[in-house]
């Protein structure tokens, strides 16, 4: 069995959160998936519109997601090694990165190859959140 692994804050869920998760889930036979509890997030310095509680329910209710789990760190290669994922799944905005080419060889050392698909361009959960800022004036 081929288990996928990919994970993110999954905050105000749009089309590019179903491409990720739609591409993941062809190239595995079990997709897991870490939703980003609110305490990482505040972390980063970013404050999500849709709690922690709200945001893996919408992620577990995905066709495309067979398992859908709390991210509680930063640690890509322990939680892929966890998970015993073959794959980590990440948007290819990551692509050629300092910090991904650091996960890329953490995750080699537990045997995870980490795929980058096309990030979907136009929509993400900033901008939308921008959106409704400027519409409520």
Known sequence: MIIGYTSGVYDL???GHVNLLRNAKAM???LVVGVTVDELVSY???QPVIPYHERIEVVRS???VDVA???NNMDKAASA???HASYL???DDWYETDKWK???ADLAKVDCKVIYFPYTKGTSSSLINETLIKLRG
């Open 13 to 15: 869920f749009h089309v």
């Open 89 to 91: 799944f990440v948007g």
């Open 28 to 30: 595995c036979d079990k």
């Open 81 to 83: 090694q966890k998970n």
């Open 62 to 64: 995905c066709k495309y």
């Open 69 to 71: 789990i709390p991210q």
């Open 102 to 104: 650091e996960h890329e």
């Open 44 to 46: 980063k310095g970013k």
